[in-house]
């Protein structure tokens, strides 16, 4: 039987007194009291999510929300799939007018994906999983305009994975053999997955988590379950988030009942070989943590709680000190890079809240300082950029999301016109001994 992520339950509570990082912004959702499940930050300028009921947790929502300027304006609409029983899994988009959704049936499963190529005005169905009992879609996830993903839990004997490169025009299975053996009664969660760059993981009630690092087509899986039982259970839950291939954490929350009794980080820095637990301060497991996310390329995190009494949002460099940023009622949370990150919460109406930005650079006291900040621009590029920081310049490294430097360079001008589309991090190495790193895309 299918497995389902928890309920976040939502109380809300008033964001007028919230640090400076960050300023609030209007998801306009015409209905109060929308809730943001998730969001994907395609870049600086360009996100989109869903919503859900914060009032009625159980009643089913079919809405996104979209913002192409950075969160000047969001416009939101309605995501109809034809069906108004089906449940969103997570949406993914890609620039102002395409995106993806998936979405399942409750009962039985099945479901499929759907596209905008419209800015969410007509949704259109692209692939459909038919096996009654089997066949669940847990997510669509698209690293480009081309290049997708759609994941199921096992069926027939084999987790049922499907990858497009003509932007979902056509889909073909993943072979079984590309793919580890799920275990006995083995299954994914709903939206229970994390991309950056070119790599793409998801967990599983098993407590394991399946890898690839080039777009889904091969897997390997990580024995994650000697760490955690079940991602989403009753007793014991848990996230993920991922820097690039090698670096990640585990967050793992333990219940009596509704009451969060235990909170354990576990880290990998070798691609989940090997994990270490985490000493840390700052936060508890009475803070309940919802939602974990790396600024992708660095060891920054940012987590966020929605507990309506001990809510909130935090910063870590690897984990291990964290410092609060604000004690406001936060969901989901994204960066594109250490300045630019986006954070979901409840709206009180269609031009009153839903959303948070951040205002300043991410750092933290173990972490780069703004007076080291690096600029690449222009980002996303069709191929020269320019990288400028506060400090002399000794040597620029591209490297792509499989960890190879693909260009070396001590001069302040790049040219990317070489490289495939895609998502590289530019790591500036400087004349005082630090370095930093920024992500920067390949249109």
């Known amino acids: 039987m299918k497995r389902i992520l928890l309920s976040v339950t939502a109380l809300l509570i008033s964001s007028a007194a919230f640090s400076q990082y960050w300023t609030t912004q209007n998801s306009g959702f015409a209905a109060a009291s929308r809730g943001i499940t998730s969001m994907e930050v395609f870049d600086a300028n360009t996100v989109w999510a869903f919503a859900y009921n914060g009032v009625t947790t159980t009643a089913n929502v079919q809405e996104f929300t979209k913002t192409s300027n950075g969160g000047a304006t969001w416009t939101a609409g309605s995501i109809n799939v034809g069906n108004s029983a089906l449940k969103i899994t997570n949406i993914s988009g890609v620039s102002a007018t395409t995106a993806w959704v998936g979405a399942f049936d409750n009962t039985n499963g099945l479901g499929g994906i759907w596209k905008t190529s419209d800015g969410g005005a007509t949704w259109t169905n692209q692939h459909m999983l038919t096996t009654a009992g089997q066949s669940w879609t847990n997510y669509v996830h698209f690293f480009d305009a081309n290049n997708g993903i759609i994941g199921g839990d ?14 979902g025009t056509t889909w073909t299975r993943v072979p079984g053999a590309n793919i580890p053996d799920p275990l006995t009664d083995e299954y994914g969660y709903n939206g229970g997955y994390y991309s950056v760059g070119n790599n793409i993981f998801f967990y599983t009630g ?11 087509l091969t897997w390997t899986v990580l024995a994650t379950n000697s760490i955690i039982s079940d991602f989403g259970g009753a007793t014991v839950s848990g996230d993920m988030a991922w820097s690039d291939a090698n670096t990640g954490i585990i967050v793992r929350k333990t219940f009596t009942g509704q009451t969060p009794t235990g909170l354990q980080l576990h880290r990998t820095t070798d691609g989940g070989a090997t994990w270490s637990q985490v000493t840390f301060t700052g936060i508890t497991a009475a803070n309940n943590i919802s939602d974990i996310t790396y600024v992708p390329g660095t060891s920054i995190l940012v987590a966020t709680s929605s507990a309506s009494t001990s809510g909130g949002s935090w910063k870590s460099n690897n984990g291990t000190t964290w410092t609060a940023i604000d004690a406001v009622q936060h969901l989901s949370v994204k960066c594109f890079n250490a300045s630019t990150c986006y954070s979901g919460g409840f709206n009180t109406s269609a031009t009153v809240g839903g959303m948070f930005k951040s205002t300043q650079v991410l750092a933290t006291s173990e972490a780069v300082s703004k007076a080291k900040q690096i600029s690449v621009y222009p980002n996303p590029t069709k191929g020269e950029i320019n990288i400028k920081t506060e ?19 001590d001069s302040g001008k790049t040219d990317l016109s070489s490289l495939p589309k895609g998502t590289y991090m530019v790591k500036a190495e400087l004349s005082n001994g630090t370095s930093i790193t920024e992500k920067v895309i390949k249109q």
């Open 206 to 216: 098993k407590g394991r988590i399946y890898k690839s690092t080039d777009k889904g």
């Open 154 to 167: 096992p069926e027939s004997g084999e987790f049922e994975i499907y990858t497009t490169a003509n932007g």
């Open 391 to 409: 400090e002399k310049i000794k040597m620029i490294s591209v490297v792509d999301m499989s960890g190879k430097t693909v260009i070396k360079t």
